[in-house]
């Protein structure tokens, strides 16, 4: 199986993971497979890697080029900080935020970032759910703190 997969879950992904295979033509059936290889590259045009795995076939039931769905199992997904993009100050590979230590003392801190969602971006490591970090206006405290 070759298995289209938005470039945003590639993290979630790993060789030897189990999925579910439903192929339409095939009513009623699911088919266990795991993760062989995952793409290197994303589609420029489609953002989607290629995921590929191998699905026992004793009965030669599966043919090639047939269409198919399928669920990656990926276990439990934590749950992350989102911030406003606006908080997330870029230096081209490396991210920081502003978090408010206590009332106007802030701390400058590198954040690992993660998936953005309409006008909020996913912090993978750096700050704790429930810190405050400085959103609109954060590139003026940086501004500021580099003068």
Do not use: C
């Not at 997969?5 to 993971?17: C, H, R």
């Not at 290629?50 to 749950?79: C, H, Q, W």
Request: overall charge neutral; cysteine-free; glycine content about 8%.
């Amino acid at each position: 199986l070759k298995a289209s997969v938005p470039e945003n879950d590639i993290p979630f992904m790993k060789v030897g993971q189990e999925l579910e295979v439903v192929v339409p033509a095939l009513k009623d059936r699911v088919f266990g497979a795991r993760i062989t290889a995952i793409g290197a590259a994303s589609d420029s045009a489609t953002h989607r890697v290629v995921v590929r795995s191998e699905i026992p076939n004793p009965n030669m039931a599966l043919r090639a080029e047939m269409f198919a769905s399928f669920k990656i199992k990926t276990g439990d997904t934590p749950v992350l900080p989102l911030v406003p993009l606006e908080a997330v100050i870029r230096e081209g590979y490396i991210a920081t935020v502003w978090v408010e230590r206590e009332s106007m003392v802030f701390e400058r801190r590198k954040v690992e970032i993660g998936v953005e969602t309409g006008n909020r971006i996913q912090i993978i490591s750096g700050i704790a759910a429930g810190e405050r970090v400085v959103g609109r206006g954060a590139i003026f405290v940086d501004n500021e703190w580099r003068q």
